[in-house]
């Protein structure tokens, strides 16, 4: 385990025990068995703890939506903000706590609202450019940047409160109605987007998916890009 490791495991048992302001950097450093100069080479400050991962969960996201193609946009907006729920899930029982803290401490609540809004000016300019830009579509792209952003953090707020077992499948009803919203925002005017999830191989079901949809065998060349 890295030094960064073991002050954010220190810090988070602490908080849990003590509470946020009753936790000092030396008592964090002192559980994590490291000094004070290695504590500020990983965090810049204590709240920087509860927060660990943004940055590269703002790099994971726009590396997603980047990789995209005008086709597969919205697909691509669906996956990069699985990304961050998958994140929470995995942190299991320290999202849970963050979760607590950012609750009672303003100031911790004010850093997680400032993230989520970089989350979604991140997914608003996506969109933008995909809608075709112009003023015209700044509005449409903001609306359905919010929406994505709100169906997320719907979904993961009832995980965080036990009121879920199944997040991920709630995760995939919420995008798929929020998606349906702005289906038709960009691209192809005509077009439409279906989301499912299958255990069959794509090669043995996309003639099947052309055969309803009525398109000649010549579109059957290959999957979307990814």
């Known amino acids: 385990m890295s030094a960064k490791e073991r002050l954010s495991e220190a810090a988070f048992e602490l908080f849990g025990e003590r509470g946020y302001d009753q936790t000092t ?9 490291v000094g004070r100069t290695t504590f500020f080479r990983a965090f810049r400050a204590k709240e920087d703890v509860i927060f660990p991962d943004h940055d590269v969960l703002l790099g994971a996201i726009e590396a997603r939506l980047t990789g995209s193609t005008d086709r597969t946009a919205l697909l ?7 990304l961050v729920l998958r994140h929470y899930l995995a942190e299991g029982e320290r999202a ?20 989520v809004q970089q989350y979604q000016r991140l997914f608003r300019g996506f969109l933008h450019r995909w809608m075709g830009g112009g003023e ?9 940047a919010g929406a994505v952003v709100t169906a997320h953090n719907h ?15 709630e995760f995939d009803a919420a995008m798929a109605e929020t998606v349906d ?36 065998r010549s579109a059957q060349a290959g999957p979307l890009e990814p």
Not at 136 to 144: G, H
Not at 155 to 169: C, F, I, N, Y
């Open 25 to 33: 950097v030396d008592d964090i450093t002192e559980r994590a068995g």
């Open 76 to 82: 691509a907006v669906t996956e990069a903000s699985r």
């Open 96 to 115: 849970l706590t963050r979760y607590r803290l950012t609750r009672s401490v303003p100031a911790l609540r004010d850093r997680e609202i400032a993230g």
């Open 136 to 144: 015209e579509n700044a509005l449409r792209a903001e609306l359905m």
């Open 155 to 169: 979904v993961l707020r009832r995980w965080l409160r036990g009121q879920t077992s199944t997040p991920e499948q």
């Open 181 to 216: 919203l702005f289906a038709r925002s960009g691209g192809d005017e005509d077009g439409s987007i279906v989301v499912f999830r299958t255990k069959k191989d794509i090669g043995a079901v996309l003639p099947e998916l052309h055969r309803l949809l009525g398109e000649p």
